[in-house]
């Protein structure tokens, strides 16, 4: 084969494979291996509302609306866009994103670039955020700003509907437990039950109902289209309800009879509302019971959205997240500032001895950054004032006792007056800083000299025994010997034995493994080729607990034979 027909062949053969999918070439619809799909026009194509998965191997039939089922998320971005995703078996919009009037937008907060009022979503509310001329998000016309994440409407005059009493933008004006502005009388917060008046949907008589074959738009009921491949469905921001259509929220309306979902209204004739003092569900059909107050009950985190982005449904009760805090006075989980970051207000920078100058958080005179920087510590500037963490002890070279929670001098240095100066193992630039008598300075450090050894504390130096069964006070001066110090004498710990002119060793019986002479027994034994193994005219006796060298009855035994029995003994240990 020439090397043109060759790259005739791979040419073709690309052809084929490219054929199989969605989009390829065919000449028939066996010629496409995606399930479904036919060959139209010589094209591999998916039936009419179908999309092919992401791995084009099947067509799959399209879904329309916002919490219908699916198998894969192409199934719902083609109808609620590039935020729309299948989670769970369920078409939603991923997180980062909302559903209002048939898509998921991208979720923009105040002060963010915008190219479309839709994307900015605030307090839960479409209402409440606008992009302005700037394309910046900002609060609407008749809202007010809370914090710098949450916007709320304004009441100007008594019977005005509000949810606190901030909404309510008159002097002397509170926010009764009926959800109206009315001149303050001491009227008390107390629970709200919203009335529970169902909307009846007015009966309708249509020719065709919703998912009925149809030929054209028209044969459809009201707010309905008929889909190319001929079935009815709703328009965008409309949702199937017994057949019919009815708008989601943020959907035209010229009346409240037009918004059937629980608690919403018509706002000034022109799109579906929630009424005051609910808020829109996650589907924008319905509105839920905004709870008033925080540690009331809940069951989703919008219930909660009174309290602004960051307050959350935690064990059904409303709740602050993380990385916020409760300001009573503003009704709102307020963002917390580390100490550092930029901030307009001190309510910003979280509760108690933290302020706002210079636009940066910081610590009032006396107080210190927690090792976080998510609050600020009280100074603890003397030895025993009480301390959580080391760098509440804000005097040098001190350390939070994490027992006692007090302050006291950190390792290497010792307690002097109210100072912590440098003991053994201290810092020092000269020999006078080392204030332990026959300590010096080597090599930056506060060392013993040569024949002593610091104690624990670090604050004097031993005398170091060299001696086994010498005089000692501390442990720490028989460490030479490897030993304790015993009723003031070096002494070797109980399973350890004195070698001579060496050390303690820990015990090893004869035909055990060593590295060093004196690790064996010290009667009539040595060190041989890595095993203990016992002196010449000196022979291995076993007795019930351990291996030994005696000399009776004075048999000679050759170090071969010695190890030779050495080895069968090992032996039946190991089987046994």
Same mark, same amino acid.
Request: with cysteine; proline share 4%; aromatic share 8%.
């Given at each position: ?31 496409? *291996? ?213 708008? *989601? ?91 550092? *970051? ?46 959580? *963490? ?187």
């Amino acid at each position: 084969m020439d090397c043109k027909s060759l790259t005739l062949l791979i040419c073709v053969s690309c052809l084929l494979c490219v054929s199989k999918q969605d989009g390829g070439e065919c000449q028939e619809d066996a010629d496409c *291996e995606i399930e479904f799909a036919a060959c139209i026009n010589t094209t591999c194509i998916c039936p009419v509302d179908f999309v092919p998965n992401n791995v084009y191997t099947k067509c799959l039939k399209v879904v329309h609306s916002y919490g219908e089922n699916c198998i894969d998320s192409v199934q719902c971005s083609t109808s609620l866009k590039s935020g729309g995703t299948c989670l769970n078996g369920t078409c939603t919009c991923q997180v980062g994103y909302h559903y209002l009037r048939g898509k998921c937008w991208k979720s923009l907060g105040l002060g963010d670039k915008c190219k479309h009022s839709d994307n900015c979503w605030v307090s839960n509310d479409f209402e409440s955020s606008v992009c302005n001329k700037d394309h910046v998000c900002t609060c609407a016309t008749g809202y007010y700003q809370r914090e710098h994440t949450s916007c709320r409407r304004e009441s100007h005059k008594p019977g005005e509907p509000c949810g606190i009493s901030l909404d309510c933008k008159f002097d002397n004006a509170v926010c009764t437990m009926n959800r109206t502005c009315e001149i303050n009388t001491n009227v008390t917060l107390s629970s709200f039950i919203a009335p529970a008046n169902e909307k009846i949907i007015p009966p309708q008589t249509l020719s065709l109902a919703v998912g009925d074959n149809c030929t054209s738009s028209t044969d459809c009921p009201e707010h309905a289209s008929c889909t190319p491949n001929g079935i009815c469905l709703c328009n965008m921001g409309f949702y199937t309800l017994d057949q019919t259509c009815h708008p *989601e929220l943020g959907a035209k309306c010229s009346s409240d009879s037009d918004c059937i979902g629980k608690n919403t209204m018509c706002r000034e004739e022109k799109y579906c509302t929630c009424k005051q003092g609910f808020v829109v569900s996650k589907d924008g059909r319905y509105c839920d019971k905004l709870s008033r107050y925080i540690g009331w009950s809940c069951l989703r985190d919008e219930q909660c959205s009174l309290f602004g982005p960051n307050s959350i449904c935690l064990n059904k009760k409303c709740a602050c997240n993380n990385e916020s805090r409760f300001v009573e006075d503003q009704m709102f989980c307020w963002i917390t500032k580390k100490t550092g *970051e930029a901030c307009t207000d001190d309510k910003d920078c979280g509760s108690g001895n933290v302020t706002c100058p210079g636009g940066k958080c910081a610590c009032m005179p006396g107080n210190h950054p927690s090792s976080g920087k998510n609050s600020c510590r009280t100074d603890s500037v003397n030895f025993g004032e009480p301390c959580v *963490e080391s760098l509440d002890c804000v005097f040098p070279n001190a350390i939070c006792n994490m027992t006692s929670k007090n302050c006291i001098c950190k390792e290497g240095y010792i307690r002097d007056g109210t100072k912590c100066k440098p003991g053994n193992g201290g810092e020092c630039l000269k020999e006078t800083d080392c204030t332990v008598a026959r300590s010096i300075c080597v090599d930056s450090t506060c060392k013993c000299e040569e024949g002593y050894i610091s104690n624990l504390s670090f604050d004097s130096c031993m005398p170091l025994t060299k001696k086994y069964g010498g005089q000692c006070e501390s442990t720490v001066q028989c460490s030479e010997l490897n030993a304790d110090c015993v009723e003031n004498k070096c002494k070797c710990r109980p399973g350890m034995h004195y070698a001579e002119s060496w050390k303690c060793y820990v015990n090893v019986n004869v035909g055990e493994s060593c590295t060093h002479e004196g690790q064996c027994p010290p009667e009539h034994s040595h060190c041989l080729k890595g095993f203990c193994v016992c002196d010449r005219k000196y022979h291995v006796i076993y007795d019930g607990n351990r291996t030994f060298c005696s000399g009776a009855p004075a048999l000679f035994y050759s170090t071969k034979v010695q190890l030779s029995l050495i080895s069968c003994l090992l032996y039946i240990f190991i089987r046994l």
